[in-house]
Nanobody, 124 residues
Framework: QVQLVESGGGLVQAGGSLRLSCAASGRTFSIMGWFRQAPGKEREFVGAIKSSGGSTLYADSVKGRFTIFRDNAKNTVYLQMNSLNAEDTAVYFC???????????????????WGQGTQVTVSS
């Protein structure tokens, strides 16, 4: 069975850093991505990475602050978040697709599987 499990969320001070993890089991995924959703807002794209070669894409809102990377041996993808601010407060979701093109990975409907999400709260 396929399962995605996020971890690493919590409370952090503005300007601080946090690293999220997404452990995948059951399959090897071609594309893995991160999305986030704040109360009253739609789920938005954060970043994505391709399993082969490590190509990445980022939303403009997080470019330069967030980094997505992977450990294929552990079948795990990470989201390193730096210079956090209150606008980054949201539930962060890990998503995966078995096959595909990373250029289309900015859209929620493109993914086959989703984790349950982990809460990130940035305080001032």
């Amino acid at each position: 069975q396929v399962q995605l499990v996020e971890s690493g969320g919590g409370l952090v001070q503005a300007g601080g850093s946090l690293r999220l993890s997404c452990a995948a089991s059951g399959r090897t995924f071609s594309i893995m991505g991160w999305f986030r959703q704040a109360p009253g807002k739609e789920r938005e794209f954060v970043g994505a990475i391709k399993s082969s070669g490590g190509s990445t894409l980022y939303a403009d809102s997080v470019k330069g602050r967030f980094t997505i990377f992977r450990d294929n041996a552990k079948n795990t993808v990470y989201l390193q978040m730096n210079s956090l601010n209150a606008e980054d407060t949201a539930v962060y979701f890990c998503a995966a697709r078995l096959t595909g093109t990373i250029a289309i990975g900015t859209t929620t409907w493109y993914y086959n599987y989703w984790g349950q999400g982990t809460q990130v709260t940035v305080s001032s």
